[in-house]
């Protein structure tokens, strides 16, 4: 028995020195760190311990990690150079950036821990290692009916180099919409992987939160209608100054975090369409639960809730084309309350108990809450036409503002109305008062954003102009 742990550990020894050296590339590709990034993100992005980054790191102060600092990371045998992030915009594709970085899939999905194609989604920060091959930056996108040969002759390369990059094994013809790369440097006009009828689309803002409101802008061709989807909301577009067109779309406070289709449609002006469709991602907007809430039962009886609920989403859905508010929102009570008093904000998850009973409704607070005492002047966040004005058993005396494009304030409670229907109004005039009326606790003012048939978050509205 201690013969053969002997001759074992002989064998042993005679095979060490014949290991490859690793003296060149000791620890591994080499990460620059970017701004918000902490060695705790750093380590966890790269699944490592804290420990074993500082370990193949030797000599960094672990308390002043500076931005474009080189860090090595270990445990990536075979990858060296540098591992640079990559923001995954519309357009971008999986295999494209397969395509472009001549980087294995097997290595990108190791790098980013990818169980499927179906993790790459716009808003996501990807790694992608930049190594010594030559990187294929000039995007071509086939049309219907264009064989790879005429595609290569107007790219000035061959169908050989073609198949090569794009890793097209045994496929002669070229994929109507797909997003091919050749040698070359970048070019200025349709950059981005979309069709034809598109020249470009973004997407501002990203990830979008729950309670986000979502600003797709789109430049395509002449005489283009767009449509589209996103989550499953169909999209409106509008014309800007600019030439562009532009879509808000309100993403719903309890919809599960997670990535989510975003369709664009283009209709040509011969009737045919030319689609595109990628999945983005939707964080969760992190709202805190509020404390049960007793309420009179009568205001959760779906019997007096649901015909107000219908009746409000009927109001809310249309989207009238013309634009009546410019620039950002402001407080609807900064008559009276400091912009940044709120006593209840959008999104907090809520559970009504009918006092009495055992009925109860589950729910979200969906617009934010201003403290203040009855008869205080409420005053439009932004200019439209006053739609609705009366009262409901739920929202108490209830006013609907439209600004146009699909966005509508709501208003809560009020004691009294100072506006008609029909009712032209400007950005800060009194348009009611405020009281407690309808399912309250005690008078204040509740101010509602919906965008596109969902509620949003009122607060990002106050914070920056739309779109
Ligand atoms: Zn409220």
Same mark, same amino acid.
């Given at each position: 028995?201690?013969?053969?742990?002997?001759?074992?550990?002989?064998?042993?020894?005679?095979?060490?020195?014949?290991?490859?050296?690793?003296?060149?590339?000791?620890?591994?590709?080499?990460?620059?760190?970017?701004?918000?990034?902490?060695?705790?993100?750093?380590?966890? #992005?790269?699944?490592?311990?804290?420990?074993?980054?500082?370990?193949?790191?030797?000599?960094?102060?672990?308390?002043?990690?500076?931005?474009?600092?080189?860090?090595?990371?270990?445990? $990536?045998?075979?990858?060296?150079?540098?591992?640079?992030?990559?923001?995954?915009?519309?357009?971008?594709?999986?295999?494209?950036?397969? #395509?472009?970085?001549?980087?294995?899939?097997?290595?990108? #999905?190791?790098?980013?821990?990818?169980?499927?194609?179906?993790?790459?989604?716009?808003?996501?920060?990807?790694?992608?290692?930049?190594?010594?091959?030559?990187?294929?930056?000039?995007?071509?996108?086939?049309?219907?009916?264009?064989?790879?040969?005429?595609?290569?002759?107007?790219?000035?390369?061959?169908?050989?180099?073609?198949?090569?990059?794009?890793?097209?094994?045994?496929?002669?013809?070229?994929?109507?919409?797909?997003?091919?790369?050749?040698?070359?440097?970048?070019?200025?006009?349709?950059?981005?992987?979309?069709?034809?009828?598109?020249?470009?689309?973004?997407? #501002?803002?990203?990830?979008?939160?729950?309670?986000?409101?979502?600003?797709?802008?789109?430049?395509?061709?002449?005489?283009?209608?767009?449509?589209?989807?996103?989550?499953?909301?169909?999209?409106?577009?509008?014309?800007?100054?600019?030439?562009?067109?532009?879509?808000?779309?309100?993403?719903?406070?309890?919809?599960?975090?997670?990535?989510?289709? $975003?369709? $664009?449609?283009?209709?040509?002006?011969?009737?045919?369409?030319?689609?595109?469709?990628?999945?983005?991602?939707?964080?969760?907007?992190?709202?805190?639960?509020?404390?049960?809430?007793?309420?009179?039962?009568?205001?959760?009886?779906?019997?007096?809730?649901?015909?107000?609920?219908?009746?409000?989403?009927?109001?809310?859905?249309?989207?009238?084309?013309?634009?009546?508010?410019?620039?950002?929102?402001?407080?609807?009570?900064?008559?009276?309350?400091?912009?940044?008093?709120?006593?209840?904000?959008?999104?907090?998850?809520?559970?009504?108990?009918?006092?009495?009973?055992?009925?109860?409704?589950?729910?979200?607070?969906?617009?934010?809450?201003?403290?203040?005492?009855?008869?205080?002047?409420?005053?439009?966040?932004?200019?439209?036409?006053?739609?609705?004005?009366?009262?409901?058993?739920?929202?108490?005396?209830?006013?609907?503002?439209?600004?146009?494009?699909?966005?509508?304030?709501?208003?809560?409670?009020?004691?009294?109305?100072?506006?008609?229907?029909?009712?032209?109004?400007?950005?800060?005039?009194?348009?009611?008062?405020?009281?407690?009326?309808?399912?309250?606790?005690?008078?204040?003012?509740?101010?509602?954003?919906?965008?596109?048939?969902?509620?949003?978050?009122?607060?990002?509205?106050?914070?920056?102009?739309?779109?």
């Amino acid at each position: 028995m201690r013969k053969r742990i002997f001759l074992i550990f002989l064998v042993a020894l005679f095979l060490t020195p014949l290991k490859p050296a690793r003296a060149q590339n000791p620890a591994g590709p080499i990460y620059i760190v970017q701004s918000g990034d902490s060695l705790y993100s750093i380590a966890a #992005r790269f699944s490592l311990t804290i420990d074993e980054l500082l370990a193949a790191n030797e000599g960094i102060d672990p308390n002043a990690l500076a931005i474009g600092q080189q860090l090595i990371i270990p445990g $990536l045998e075979g990858i060296t150079g540098i591992l640079d992030t990559q923001f995954i915009n519309f357009g971008d594709s999986f295999r494209g950036l397969m #395509r472009q970085t001549q980087v294995s899939e097997s290595l990108f #999905r190791k790098l980013n821990h990818l169980v499927s194609p179906s993790e790459f989604y716009v808003g996501a920060n990807m790694i992608v290692p930049i190594q010594d091959q030559a990187q294929y930056n000039k995007r071509i996108s086939p049309v219907t009916g264009e064989s790879m040969l005429e595609l290569a002759v107007k790219n000035s390369t061959n169908v050989w180099a073609l198949r090569h990059i794009n890793q097209l094994d045994g496929s002669w013809a070229s994929l109507p919409g797909d997003t091919l790369y050749a040698e070359g440097e970048a070019e200025n006009t349709n950059i981005s992987g979309l069709p034809p009828a598109f020249i470009n689309a973004e997407i #501002r803002d990203l990830p979008i939160k729950q309670g986000g409101t979502g600003i797709i802008t789109v430049n395509t061709l002449p005489d283009v209608t767009l449509g589209g989807l996103l989550v499953d909301h169909p999209l409106r577009f509008f014309p800007q100054e600019d030439g562009s067109q532009v879509a808000l779309q309100g993403i719903h406070a309890l919809l599960e975090p997670g990535v989510y289709p $975003l369709r $664009l449609d283009a209709t040509l002006a011969d009737g045919t369409m030319q689609s595109y469709e990628q999945l983005i991602l939707i964080i969760s907007g992190n709202y805190p639960d509020d404390p049960l809430l007793y309420v009179d039962p009568a205001t959760i009886d779906s019997a007096s809730t649901e015909p107000e609920q219908l009746e409000l989403e009927a109001l809310t859905a249309p989207a009238s084309p013309t634009k009546l508010w410019s620039g950002t929102f402001i407080s609807p009570a900064i008559a009276y309350a400091e912009s940044t008093y709120f006593t209840s904000r959008y999104g907090n998850r809520r559970t009504y108990i009918g006092q009495g009973t055992d009925l109860s409704l589950d729910g979200f607070h969906s617009g934010l809450d201003f403290g203040g005492g009855d008869g205080l002047p409420i005053t439009a966040p932004a200019s439209g036409v006053v739609i609705f004005a009366g009262p409901w058993t739920v929202r108490g005396n209830a006013t609907i503002i439209d600004h146009g494009w699909g966005v509508y304030s709501g208003f809560w409670h009020q004691s009294a109305f100072q506006v008609q229907v029909g009712q032209t109004v400007n950005q800060g005039d009194v348009i009611g008062l405020v009281g407690g009326t309808g399912r309250v606790t005690g008078a204040h003012l509740h101010w509602e954003l919906w965008v596109n048939g969902i509620q949003v978050d009122p607060l990002d509205w106050l914070n920056q102009p739309y779109p």
